[in-house]
């Protein structure tokens, strides 16, 4: 049980290459981050990408991050970029508009 302290707390922007378009990904990814109990967001970016802005208990990060290497079936995923990022506005986990 959790005694309600943020020391544990983690944020990050995945940036996430390979077949990852137009196979389900971004459904998936707000599945699993909505599983975890996430806040962020999730978007297609113009070059290809996913990309997606993470915050929640470190460890629900790092089983998020296993999951994105996994993706859905259909998806290949050749590489996940995290870098620190600050902490999404709004509470829950959302898709946002392609950029």
């Not at 699993?32 to 070059?47: F, P």
């Not at 470190?58 to 620190?84: L, Y």
């Amino acid at each position: 049980m959790s005694d309600g302290s943020t020391d544990d707390l983690t944020c990050l922007r995945f940036r996430i290459e390979g077949h990852v378009q137009a196979v389900g990904y971004r459904n998936f990814v707000m599945s699993e981050a909505r599983k975890l109990g996430l806040d962020g967001w999730v978007r297609n970016r113009a070059d290809g990408t996913v990309e997606a802005l993470v915050a929640g208990p470190t460890k629900a990060i790092e089983e998020f991050f296993v999951s994105c290497s996994r993706g859905p079936s259909g998806s290949r995923v050749d590489n996940v970029q995290m870098e620190s990022a600050e902490l999404p506005r709004e509470k829950g986990f959302r898709r946002r508009s392609s950029i």
